[in-house]
């Protein structure tokens, strides 16, 4: 059974400074994997998406790597602004039916 | 495109009620699930649906029921409430090709208490 995990629970970094986040899946037989943001009370919306043949996206400053070999994704967001303060869930599509398996997510605040 | 939309956005029951969460999507997308966030937990998928007509459990289908008569309506039915189905409720939909999904997209939640 696939299990998504994502450490640290919790991250708290000033302004400016660039955030690490990372998810770790135990089954790498994955057809993608996708980043999400959640604010307060709010839905997720979604970040990147990075289907099991790429090794990378990027949309403005924000970049994801994927390694299916070793089970890891890392989502890099540069120049913190106070305004990324929100949960990074990240989740793996591992069957071909859409569904997706999602890790418990990252708290982030950024301070300014 | 209002995207997907969830009503209520709060709602409260005793034990034994049931009651419908309303999930619909203006984007015309084949795909559509319904996942439940608990804290400290990731989202779990309850039912899922590739089409009108198709349904199919997820993770943790007990205790609900959903059908799905047309593209745009996937509601999801709470038969006998129970306080362990407290928890926020996210609808997602997005456009289906079998083995690579697209984006999936979020309604905002639907926050429930059973008391």
């Known amino acids: 059974k696939q299990e998504v995990t994502q450490i640290p629970a919790a991250l708290s970094v000033p302004e400016g400074e660039n955030l690490v986040l990372n998810c770790s899946f135990t089954?790498?037989?994955?057809?993608?994997l996708q980043w999400f943001r959640q604010d307060p009370g709010k839905g997720l919306t979604s970040l990147l998406l990075?289907?099991?043949?790429?090794r990378e996206q990027t949309s403005g400053r924000l970049n994801a790597s994927l390694d299916k070999s070793s089970g890891r994704s890392t989502l890099y967001i540069a120049a913190s602004q106070p305004g990324d303060s929100a949960t990074y869930l990240c989740a793996v599509e591992s069957d071909s039916w859409g569904k997706l398996q999602f890790g418990s997510g990252t708290q982030v605040v950024v301070t300014p | 495109n209002a995207g997907v939309t969830q009503t209520p956005k709060f709602q409260v029951l005793k034990t034994g009620q049931s009651m419908t969460l309303q999930c619909a999507q203006d984007m015309n997308h084949e795909y559509m699930s319904w996942y439940r966030q608990d804290p400290g937990m990731g989202l779990r998928l309850i039912h899922y649906s590739v089409g009108a007509g198709i349904t199919d459990q997820g993770e943790v289908p007990n205790g609900y029921n959903v059908s799905r008569s047309t593209t745009e309506d996937f509601p999801l039915r709470l038969l006998s409430a129970a306080p362990s189905q407290t928890s926020v409720y996210f609808c997602a939909s997005s456009p289906y090709r079998r083995g690579n999904t697209d984006t999936q997209y979020f309604g905002p939640g639907t926050r429930l208490t059973v008391l």
């Open positions: 990075i289907q099991s043949s790429q």
């Open positions: 089954d790498s037989a994955i057809y993608n």
